[in-house]
């Protein structure tokens, strides 16, 4: 009896998945970012209201989305996590939601969380730290 509990445990250590190792994506690289944000210039307004994203190029793996959720300030690479980067696999801000399309293959986002909204998808968003003060964002890693 003890030998059936021993399994049973087992395998639910085995089949559990850390936070740690979904962080270490295989499709995405581990790009060092640090980038700040006055949310007083005029390509930062949309920040300044709740539910409004921006996106900025050249940062991350395929750029950053910021998003403010009204009780804070988030930041998610901008590639989509279950794929190679590649130009279709950038996502496209829509509402409180990212998506991208390869190959007639949808996938979805909540900005919020950054769990996939498409079923079968391993990875969530690639989240970056973000601190506030004085009316500048710092997204880093």
Not at 17 to 23: G, I
Not at 58 to 71: A, K, R
């Amino acid at each position: 009896m003890k030998a059936i509990f021993f399994l049973i445990g087992l395998s639910f250590l085995i089949g559990c998945e850390t936070d740690e190792n979904l962080r270490r994506n295989p499709n995405l690289l581990n790009i060092n970012v640090n980038y700040e944000v006055n949310l007083s210039l005029p390509q930062f307004n949309n920040l300044n209201f709740t539910g409004n994203s921006v996106y900025i190029p050249e940062q991350g793996n395929l750029g950053l989305i910021i998003v403010n959720s009204g009780s804070s300030f988030l930041a998610w690479d901008a590639a989509d996590p279950n794929l190679i980067p590649m130009e279709c696999s950038r996502l496209m801000i829509d509402g409180l939601n990212a998506e991208s399309n390869c190959d007639n293959s949808p996938h979805s986002y909540s900005l919020i969380t950054g769990q996939a909204l498409t079923e079968n998808l391993r990875y969530p968003l690639f989240a970056y730290r973000v601190t506030e003060s004085g009316g500048v964002l710092r997204i880093f890693n």
